[in-house]
């Protein structure tokens, strides 16, 4: 039996554990530059705001209805989605870190799955603050469908199995975990409306529909286990670090500061992985819903001569791409850097002329990020990313970093 | 203008030039060769402003002039066409009538007084080679440049003349080739350029013509000119008809190229001798299971070369020339096979220390009746 262990409403939990005030109050979270709502309470589900609707949209019904609307607080979810998991991990042999606020668990020879799921959900409870629902299933995809019907019934834990057929016709297409809006459409199409009606489709037609990819699908909502548990996250192929602009850009310093910025951040990500970049790409944009203001979109590539993990050397080509694909008069929403086809740092192919890779640079990045990990960010940073930055995002409504700021831990009394 | 001209010659000619075109939309003509009729001969120009091409074909020229057309385009006719006697005429517009016995073709073209002159060299210092020898010492350091923007002076071959030497170098940072001629003559000249990679292809790509090519360089360009001389032409043949001399001009890398000789090992290294087509075989097949690392294990008189990977494992062993202490060092196959590929020899000196050190290629020489000296310096692969 596999179980998905999902928390209810992530971001606006966090939020109510350092704030109980808003236990039972309608809170939205938004995204980056406070654009969307990405998190909604169940209070304000009932008001009607869909996920991902931009807040413009819903700010006079959020005022009118005394919705407490807050800026996204990564740190926060990112510490408390690490309590979580680790608390999850003391109940099953095997365990995949899905997302942010998703776990699947093996319960292969747990004899009452059920009760061992309630048990979970009030100990996560009781040891972080955030509530959870648990769904099980023979699959990974019927887990993931049983925990979407007990989110949805408020029973908190649901087992399903590929024979409960009433369940199953319950669920429409594109709800089912792999299939979306895009493959709902065109199942649609062939006569396909729910889960159950997935399963009894013949195999043929579904391949032709989506592939070998939705056929698997389909066999996992038939109780055939078709995809594993990923124990160890699958080391990754690119990692990018792109944010939106809180205003407009469009100075070249300004973007060569936020660039420089990106690129250590994806650097510092890369290095935490174990891993070295074979190349680069930055890309920019100005805001194609600004209809009205000329629009501009490019993006360019380097290869580095051999694969690194330098930060002062990512940003310095950084820096030499942008320029090649800035141009003036635009006004610039987003810009991001991309570090591609990562390999491992283990193999090190040696390098004759030693000026990027020497031991001093390495020393020196290696100090630089250990003051940073006990100082703060702003205690150690390089001169390209900026002093002002007045490119950066806009975060009016974030909450303290509760767990992982010194200065921001909550007082009591 | 109107000539005369054998189908096999002008396609030869166009072949010769219709890869050195610009891609620029705001100068449409670089898509254009120059074709210019004079006594005997029609001279093909191309460029795309860092490089440029010129050679001349036999041409029974009725009417001088010029015109410039679409060189992709008009190699494609030429090529078809059916019969071997082709006339190519024009006249006050920039269109050119091609005709041969049934078929006529009408294409537009461009008013050569448009078409970019290639640049003159001035002040330039010129070295005369042997055309196969620098052609072989291409080929032998070619692969080694980079491929990568971000050295932007290694993307291309380092030439350097000093007083009696002609030495290639191109290097990727993980691995360093060097090839040397003695020069026939003392000279109180040197020099130095960094030939771009693309002109390095075209350079290379250059069918036999003539024995010899004159090195003409400044800061700024570089010329080699192919003197063909009296080269007899042989009617329909292709390749042939060439007159005087193919040209080519190129910008060169701006930039210093980093000092090579700092990389080149000059402690005391193990040396062993190997047969260079047998272990360019046993590292090949190696090469089919490794995750792009074979590993090389230095026993008396015998060298084992192992890959691995998800897929299984490759051991090949063959006897060598060496009685020295046993080492392993893990490289690239890739860096292992194009120095193998490159060299003509039989015999090729293998050089190494431990696994951090580098693993150098050498072979024989220079020496009496062979002027060309080679060297390989090829990084290791380090496992943690």
């Given at each position: 039996m596999i179980a998905l262990a999902d928390c209810n409403n992530f971001y606006v939990s966090c939020e109510r554990v350092f704030r109980p005030s808003l236990e039972g109050r309608p809170v939205i979270v938004l995204s980056n530059n406070d654009g969307c709502a990405v998190a909604r309470s169940h209070e304000a589900k009932e008001l009607g705001i869909s996920m991902g609707v931009p807040y413009h949209q819903v700010k006079k019904l959020c005022e009118r209805n005394g919705v407490t609307v807050l800026s996204s607080n990564y740190e926060l979810y990112g510490d408390m989605s690490r309590r979580v998991v680790s608390v999850l991990s003391r109940f099953a042999q095997e365990m995949e870190v899905y997302s942010i606020d998703e776990s699947f668990l093996n319960f292969d020879g747990v004899k009452s799955p059920l009760v061992l799921s309630r048990r979970i959900c009030e100990t996560v409870g009781r040891w972080t603050g955030i509530p959870i629902s648990i769904g099980l299933g023979p699959t990974k995809t019927l887990s993931k469908l049983a925990n979407r019907l007990s989110k949805k019934d408020g029973v908190g834990c649901l087992e399903i199995r590929e024979t409960d057929l009433e369940a199953l016709a319950k669920v429409e297409v594109e709800d089912i975990w792999g299939v979306g809006q895009r493959l709902g459409v065109r199942l649609r199409r062939i006569g396909v409306r729910n889960a159950l009606g997935l399963i009894e489709a013949p195999t043929l037609a579904i391949r032709s529909v989506g592939g070998v990819t939705l056929e698997r699908t389909q066999r996992e909502l038939g109780g055939l286990r078709c995809i594993g548990m990923e124990d160890v996250p699958q080391p990754k192929k690119n990692t990018c670090s792109s944010r939106s602009f809180g205003t407009p850009v469009t100075k070249l310093e300004d973007l060569e500061e936020a660039v420089a910025n990106y690129a250590v951040k994806a650097g510092s990500k890369v290095r935490k992985e174990g891993s070295l970049a074979s190349g680069i790409q930055v890309f920019l944009a100005t805001?194609?819903?600004?209809?009205?203001?000329?629009?501009?979109?490019?993006?360019?590539?380097?290869?580095?001569?051999?694969?690194?993990?330098?930060?002062?050397?990512?940003?310095?080509?950084?820096?030499?791409?942008?320029?090649?694909?800035?141009?003036?008069?635009?006004?610039?929403?987003?810009?991001?850097?991309?570090?591609?086809?990562?390999?491992?740092?283990?193999?090190?192919?040696?390098?004759?002329?030693?000026?990027?890779?020497?031991?001093?640079?390495?020393?020196?990045?290696?100090?630089?990020e250990q003051v940073v990990a006990i100082y703060g960010p702003s205690a150690g940073f390089l001169a390209a990313q900026g002093v002002n930055r007045s490119w950066s995002m806009k975060r009016e409504s974030r909450t303290p970093r509760y767990t992982t700021s010194w200065k921001e831990l909550p007082v009591v009394g | 203008m109107k000539f005369k001209i054998n189908r096999d010659f002008f396609s030869s000619g166009l072949q010769l030039v219709n890869s050195v075109v610009g891609t620029r939309k705001t100068m449409p003509i670089l898509q254009n060769v120059l074709i210019e009729a004079e006594a005997g001969k029609v001279s093909l120009t191309t460029t795309n402003l860092d490089l440029g091409a010129r050679c001349s074909v036999k041409a029974e020229v009725a009417e001088p002039g010029a015109v410039t057309l679409p060189v992709k385009e008009l190699g494609s006719i030429i090529r078809q066409l059916a019969d071997m006697e082709v006339s190519v005429e024009t006249g006050a517009d920039p269109k050119a009538t091609i005709t041969t016995r049934g078929s006529v073709f009408n294409v537009m073209g461009m008013e050569s007084k448009e078409f970019p002159p290639l640049p003159t060299l001035e002040g330039q210092q010129d070295f005369d080679l042997d055309r196969a020898e620098l052609i072989q010492m291409?080929?032998?350091?070619?692969?080694?440049?980079?491929?990568?923007?971000?050295?932007?002076?290694?993307?291309?071959?380092?030439?350097?003349?000093?007083?009696?030497?002609?030495?290639?170098?191109?290097?990727?940072?993980?691995?360093?080739?060097?090839?040397?001629?003695?020069?026939?003559?003392?000279?109180?000249?040197?020099?130095?350029?960094?030939?771009?990679?693309?002109?390095?292809?075209?350079?290379?790509?250059?069918?036999?013509?003539?024995?010899?090519?004159?090195?003409?360089?400044?800061?700024?360009?570089?010329?080699?000119?192919?003197?063909?001389?009296?080269?007899?032409?042989?009617?329909?043949?292709?390749?042939?008809?060439?007159?005087?001399?193919?040209?080519?001009?190129?910008?060169?890398?701006?930039?210093?190229?980093?000092?090579?000789?700092?990389?080149?090992?000059?402690?005391?290294?193990?040396?062993?001798?190997?047969?260079?087509?047998?272990?360019?075989?046993?590292?090949?097949?190696?090469?089919?299971?490794?995750?792009?690392?074979?590993?090389?294990?230095?026993?008396?008189?015998?060298?084992?070369?192992?890959?691995?990977?998800?897929?299984?494992?490759?051991?090949?062993?063959?006897?060598?020339?060496?009685?020295?202490?046993?080492?392993?060092?893990?490289?690239?196959?890739?860096?292992?096979?194009?120095?193998?590929?490159?060299?003509?020899?039989?015999?090729?000196?293998?050089?190494?220390?431990?696994?951090?050190?580098?693993?150098?290629?050498?072979?024989?020489?220079?020496?009496?009746?062979?002027?060309?000296?080679?060297?390989?310096?090829?990084?290791?692969?380090?496992?943690?």
């Open positions: 805001n194609r819903f600004s209809e009205n203001l000329p629009q501009y979109a490019n993006s360019r590539t380097l290869a580095f001569d051999e694969p690194t993990d330098d930060p002062i050397r990512i940003v310095t080509n950084a820096k030499i791409l942008l320029r090649s694909i800035y141009r003036q008069g635009f006004a610039y929403k987003k810009a991001g850097v991309i570090l591609l086809d990562l390999v491992s740092s283990k193999r090190m192919q040696g390098l004759l002329f030693e000026e990027y890779g020497s031991e001093n640079r390495r020393k020196f990045v290696r100090s630089m | 291409l080929k032998n350091v070619s692969y080694a440049q980079s491929l990568n923007e971000e050295r932007y002076m290694l993307k291309g071959v380092y030439f350097l003349f000093s007083e009696d030497e002609l030495a290639l170098v191109a290097t990727d940072g993980r691995r360093l080739a060097v090839t040397k001629r003695t020069l026939g003559e003392k000279t109180n000249e040197g020099g130095e350029f960094i030939l771009p990679s693309s002109s390095v292809s075209e350079l290379e790509r250059i069918p036999n013509l003539g024995n010899s090519v004159r090195v003409s360089f400044t800061d700024r360009q570089v010329a080699f000119e192919m003197k063909i001389g009296n080269q007899k032409v042989e009617e329909g043949e292709a390749g042939k008809g060439f007159v005087e001399s193919v040209y080519l001009v190129s910008k060169v890398v701006e930039g210093k190229y980093p000092n090579y000789k700092q990389v080149i090992p000059k402690d005391s290294f193990n040396r062993s001798e190997v047969e260079r087509e047998l272990l360019q075989e046993c590292v090949t097949r190696a090469a089919l299971v490794s995750d792009d690392k074979v590993t090389f294990r230095l026993k008396p008189y015998e060298l084992e070369i192992t890959g691995q990977s998800i897929l299984g494992d490759a051991r090949e062993s063959m006897s060598i020339e060496y009685d020295g202490e046993n080492a392993t060092v893990s490289f690239n196959p890739r860096f292992l096979l194009d120095p193998l590929k490159s060299l003509t020899k039989d015999k090729v000196f293998f050089e190494f220390r431990d696994d951090m050190s580098p693993g150098v290629f050498r072979t024989d020489g220079p020496k009496e009746g062979d002027p060309l000296s080679f060297l390989c310096v090829v990084m290791p692969i380090r496992t943690d």
